[in-house]
Structure formats: C-alpha cells, structure tokens
C-alpha cells in the first residue's frame, strides 16, 4: 500500500486529480493550492463551481491558513464510522472555487487509514467530492470508479471505503445547524 499512497502523493505534487476512497464513498481530489487542478475535477464531474468542494486533512495543523484559527482549535477529532464535515470560516489560503459561493468553507479530518495516509505523504488539505457526475450515483467501488473515471484521472488509489455506509455528514460549526445528515 505503501507504493499506491507514494503514486497518488506524486500525482498530485505533479498537479493531478486522484481518485480514492474515503470513510464512505470513493473521492475525487487534487492539492488544495492547484487551482487548475480544482478547476478540472469540476469539468470532470460536471459540477457547478457555485458548490465548491471539501477540503480533508489528516491532521488539524494541515488546515491552518485554510481554517480561520479559532475555527480550527474547534474542529473535533474524526470519528470514522460516522465523519463530520464542518463549515468554518475560512482562511486567507483557501480559493474561491473551493468556497464556491459559500462564505464558509467545508473541512474535514479523515479517518479513513487510505485518505489521511495520502494527506500525511503530501502535507497539505486535499479536495475531497464524491467520484460521480453531478446528479448521478456515486462509485461505490472499484469497478465502477475504474470504468468510469480511469481515463479522466491521473491515478485511482486501491483501497477501500468505510467504515461508513455514504457520504460524510455536514454541520456547522459552533451551531446545532444540520445541512447534510450522514443517512442522506
């Protein structure tokens, strides 16, 4: 596994889009600086950039310059059977296209062993949205990712997902507010 986190690392240090499994579904990501790259898993899932993206971390200290400060003391743990995405404020680091047009900023610290081993490699918040076209079912495995993103992305990361069973939940930080509950 060591070899597959080493190619995915020099995937994106070389300015590529990735694929590889998160907590609960397969992700598509890029650096989190590489604007271009952004810009291309957007025309590769279709997505309206108005939505931005995630940002994952393995460690809390990746995200500083991405997170206002406060916001990151804040940021809990990663429970890897039932993962949080947060809306914090953001950092003078993060792109537009990752807000989109949010004023907030989405991040996570992963717990799936594949994803943080990736973060850790490259030292820095990757992207992280759900290996689908806009509108349609998301990969849920390696077959299907292969079939459907092996000719649009640099590398596919082996692995697999979970513990969970779908996508992260999103909840604002500091605030009871729910956008996105995990059984969605």
């Known amino acids: 596994m060591k ?24 992700g598509l990501g890029c650096l989190a600086d590489n604007v271009a790259a952004i810009e291309r898993i957007l025309r590769i899932k279709r997505r309206d950039p108005s939505k931005g993206l995630i940002l994952i971390a393995s460690r809390r200290d990746q995200l500083e310059g991405w997170v206002v400060a406060d916001d990151l003391e804040q940021i809990p743990e990663p429970d890897p059977a039932q993962p949080t995405t947060w809306i ?8 537009e296209l990752v807000r989109g047009e949010h004023p907030g900023v989405a991040v996570r610290l992963t717990g799936n062993p594949t994803a943080r081993a990736i973060c850790e490699t490259v030292d820095m918040p990757i992207t992280s949205t759900s290996a689908n076209f806009s509108g349609r079912p998301v990969a849920r495995n390696g077959l299907v990712l292969r079939r459907q993103f092996g000719a649009l992305v640099d590398y596919i990361v082996p692995g697999a997902c979970g513990p969970a069973r779908g996508p ?8 009871e507010q729910t956008i996105r509950s995990s059984s969605e």
């Open 168 to 175: 992260s939940a999103i909840k604002v930080l500091g605030s």
């Open 88 to 95: 914090v404020r953001p950092g003078e680091a993060v792109p």
């Open 3 to 26: 070899a597959a986190i080493r190619q995915a690392a020099d995937a994106l240090l070389a300015g590529g889009v990735i694929a590889y499994p998160t907590e609960g579904v397969f």
